[in-house]
């Protein structure tokens, strides 16, 4: 019985189902050769070009693959010796309470010549 895996959680059981696909993926890839090697006998046709068209499948397959379950888009390239150096870390700027603050009230007053009467 198959299990639905769209929930997962567990690396450990979703590494396993990975390895699991890719085994069956590649008997499933040898299957279809045999076979295309065997229908292009019956039809007489060269075996060599149904390989050749194998080939190519399981390179577009590669692709796929790649695309699927390659590198994040989110990760940058890394430079050669850099897998290794620690990564930066970030430090937040956290706000900090502040203690009571005395409040200072100063008046300020124009001179009489730069009042200006709205009315």
């Known amino acids: 019985m198959a299990r639905d895996l769209s929930q997962e959680t567990d690396v450990h ?27 292009a006998t019956l039809r007489g046709q060269d075996p060599s070009a149904a390989q050749l068209r194998l080939q190519f499948l399981e390179q577009q397959l590669a692709v796929l693959q790649k695309k699927l379950f390659g590198e994040s888009s989110e990760r940058t390239p890394r430079d050669e010796g850099e897998e290794d150096a620690p990564k930066p870390v970030h430090k937040h700027n956290k706000r900090r309470k502040q203690g009571r603050i005395p409040s200072i009230t100063i008046r300020h007053e124009l001179p009489e010549a730069g009042r200006v009467t709205v009315d």
């Open 13 to 39: 059981i979703l590494q396993q189902a990975v390895r699991l696909l890719e085994h069956e993926n590649a008997r499933l890839v040898a299957e279809i050769g045999k076979l295309m090697n065997e229908i």
